[in-house]
């Protein structure tokens, strides 16, 4: 299945999702920061244990998705770096 779409265009598919899990994982930092002072006002155990639930899925979330950002961002600087020599090689190869 994949040897039907080249490279270029599974990168740029793959930057599409990473935007879109960007965009959820801000939408639930927003919300996680709601429920924590929601949490405040609180009363009742299984509404606290509900909220908190919550506020850690949310937090999960976020993190998984900056660790997808982090891979992302490692392996762009590893397309440039095979970019880069492999354009020096071509150039000193010629002279």
Request: proline letters at 0%.
């Amino acid at each position: 299945m994949l040897n039907t779409f080249s490279k270029k265009q599974i990168y740029i598919f793959g930057a599409l999702i990473l935007l879109l899990l960007n965009t959820l994982a801000f939408y639930s930092v927003k919300q996680s920061i709601g429920i924590i002072e929601a949490l405040q006002k609180v009363q009742n155990e299984a509404a606290i244990q509900s909220l908190q639930q919550k506020s850690f899925f949310y937090n999960a979330f976020s993190a998984i998705v900056i660790t997808l950002d982090l891979i992302a961002i490692l392996f762009a600087f590893y397309l440039l770096h095979k970019l880069i020599f492999k354009t020096l090689k071509n150039f000193l190869s010629t002279k």
